[in-house]
């Protein structure tokens, strides 16, 4: 068919639009578009016999009008100066399928219409209240679309927009959220921020959390946005709404992980001023970041907190404490970590600062880690920062005096090995003095913890030790003390100690190690057991000792022995001497 019979035909299928032909109306509108697929395109009269079909009650009527319509005037674009009013006045539509059309047909057209960009722009941010999720939908991705191309276009939109917070459909939810982020990124201020902050008491918990989250996800790629807010978020940790604290504090974790120290100045001003009661959510947003960012984070954090302040120790000893609580190996690697560091820059401030979180936290990996490292360290060159070192160790002790024998035991089983040892080498090993070191021995002989014998201020493996003439002369004896109400009867060694020697002894300490499975230990009641303060030259006392054989060793005969174990001084000299009785019981 020639083009000239195109338009005939045209002209003759317009003639038969109108209602009173409804029964063929159908089908003259469908071979209308027919025409249209082949390249003719309707002249303005033409049109205007269609646009009174686009309030038809019919659907089908409906659609076939409003695709005649929209192909006419992208084939024609002139002639969306006359319709721009009619079109936009469609996307409002009682009809849903007007409104979903005219949405299509406008956001197809926008970039061949900049002269009324903003008219369609405002005409389609007017549809996002729209009923229909679907339309509410491809209008945000649309608008997603633009913000990347246009970001300035949509800044005078920002408060319309604002009504994508109110959205209840996740499926628009997950695009809008997508769009404003990118409209917060590329357009947004600090006011812009603060206004919405403030809008947050006036809207529901659906906007609130939409507007913490986008808060939440500019601060991580745009922190300078949310710098002058960060007291205002703060606050919202102690919100009256459990639902905006809880994802407060979650927001402030994500943006923790990518600025580290962000809030360090604002947390601490609310912890020292004493303005938040919601303590613990700060102590746990610093506990995540320690976890999150390793000793780097827990070390500026160490350095940031002032020992004149009370309340920021107290609240980062909390941290350390229950951080310990979930996290034991990673918080004794933290400190081993932070020893090498104050170590390598000691000074007055570090020394009140590392005493001021050891004593609240008494964990005896902790301090003993701290000691080990404290003594491991070369003596400082310059005296003053010595004597903090030493003053250190001491406080360390004076906590878990442990610390002392349990890391001198592990020195004396190597260190013996290779010979005698004096109390001097340990008290310049240890920075100790030597009446500690005395003390410190006494307590790893009746732990049982060191097999030694000690002679002029000396110590070595027993096996090693030179033979002496014993300063100290022993006789014990046994006395069976009849018990009534006991099936088996008590029984009293009783030992008498003479010095023998040609010197008077001091500091006579004696203490007794017997078969625990065997025996139990009562109270020493009997006369006898006072060790002199000083004993003289052929000067003798008598000690006491009562037991009770175990209930289920009764009946068996056994041999065994108790170590009678004597620390002492001679001549200003410590020595030690071990009595072994033998004893059999039947």
């Known amino acids: 068919m020639r083009f000239g019979n195109f338009s005939k035909a045209l002209e003759d299928l317009i003639s038969l639009v109108h209602e009173e032909n409804f029964s063929s109306l159908i089908d003259v509108l469908e071979g209308i578009l027919e025409v249209q697929k082949i390249g003719h395109n309707l002249k303005k009269n033409q049109l205007q016999k269609i646009k009174p079909l686009l309030d038809f009650y019919d659907d089908n009527v409906l659609e076939l009008a409003i695709d005649i319509y929209t192909n006419t005037l992208i084939k024609d674009m002139s002639l969306i100066d006359d319709e721009i009013d009619l079109i936009l006045s469609k996307i409002i539509d009682f009809e849903p399928i007007v409104r979903n059309k005219f949405v299509d047909f406008l956001i197809s057209i926008f970039i061949q219409c900049p002269k009324y ?8 941010i007017s ?203 990673f918080v004794e690697s933290l400190f081993s970590q932070l020893m090498d560091e104050i170590l390598k820059n000691l000074n007055m401030s570090n020394y009140t600062k590392l005493r001021m979180i050891l004593k609240p936290n008494p964990q005896y990996n902790i301090y003993l880690i701290c000691y080990n490292a404290l003594n491991k360290k070369e003596v400082l060159e310059n005296p003053e920062l010595e004597k903090l070192r030493d003053e250190l160790v001491i406080f360390l002790r004076e906590l878990i005096p442990e610390l002392s024998y349990q890391n001198l035991k592990i020195w004396l089983d190597s260190r013996l090995k290779k010979g005698s040892v004096t109390f001097d080498e340990i008290s310049d090993k240890f920075h100790i003095h030597t009446y500690q070191v005395l ?45 009534p109400e006991k099936l088996e009867n008590y029984l009293l060694l009783s030992v008498q100690i003479k010095n023998v020697s040609s010197e008077k002894i001091t500091d006579l300490d004696i203490f007794l190690d017997y078969p625990q499975d065997i025996f139990i230990k009562f109270e020493n009641k009997e006369k006898g057991n006072k060790i002199p303060e000083i004993l003289e030259r052929d000067q003798r006392f008598l000690l006491n000792w009562l037991f009770q054989k175990r209930y289920d060793e009764i009946f068996n005969p056994k041999s065994s022995n108790i170590n009678l174990i004597t620390i002492y001084e001679k001549q200003g000299k410590t020595f030690s001497m071990m009595k072994k009785l033998d004893i059999l019981l039947i």
């Not at 960009?117 to 389609?124: N, Y």
């Not at 997508?178 to 812009?192: A, P, Q, R």
């Not at 989250?213 to 500019?218: D, Q, T, Y």
């Open 117 to 124: 960009e903003k008219q369609i722009v405002r005409g389609l």
């Open 127 to 329: 549809c996002l209240n729209d009923e229909l999720w679907k339309i509410r939908k491809k209008i945000v991705i649309f608008l997603n679309k633009l913000v990347s191309e246009r970001p300035i276009l949509l800044r005078e939109f920002d408060k319309e927009l604002e009504i994508l917070f109110d959205d209840k459909d996740i499926d628009v939810i997950k695009e809008a959220l997508d769009f404003l982020l990118k409209l917060f990124i590329e357009t947004y201020s600090i006011e812009d921020v603060k206004h919405l902050i403030k809008s947050l008491p006036e809207k529901d918990w659906i906007a609130q959390e939409k507007i913490l989250f986008l808060i939440g996800k500019v601060g991580c790629v745009k922190k300078e946005l949310i710098i002058p807010v960060l007291r205002d978020l703060v606050l919202l940790l102690d919100h009256d709404d459990f639902l905006i604290n809880k994802t407060m504090s979650k927001i402030i974790e994500e943006i923790l992980e990518h600025h580290v120290d962000l809030f360090d100045d604002t947390f601490f001003s609310f912890i020292k001023n004493d303005e938040i009661d919601n303590l613990e959510a700060i102590e746990q947003l610093v506990r995540f970041s320690i976890v999150k960012h390793g000793f780097k984070r827990f070390y500026s954090l160490f350095m940031f907190i002032t020992p004149l302040n009370e309340s920021i120790i107290i609240t980062f000893n909390n941290v350390i404490r229950k951080l310990y609580d979930d996290h034991p190996k």
């Open 439 to 483: 003390e410190i021995l006494k307590t790893l002989l009746k732990k049982k913890m060191l097999n030694v014998k000690i002679f002029n201020n000396t110590l070595d493996l027993i096996r090693h030790a030179p033979s002496l003439t014993p300063d100290l002369f022993f006789l014990k004896s046994w006395k069976i003390i009849p018990s």
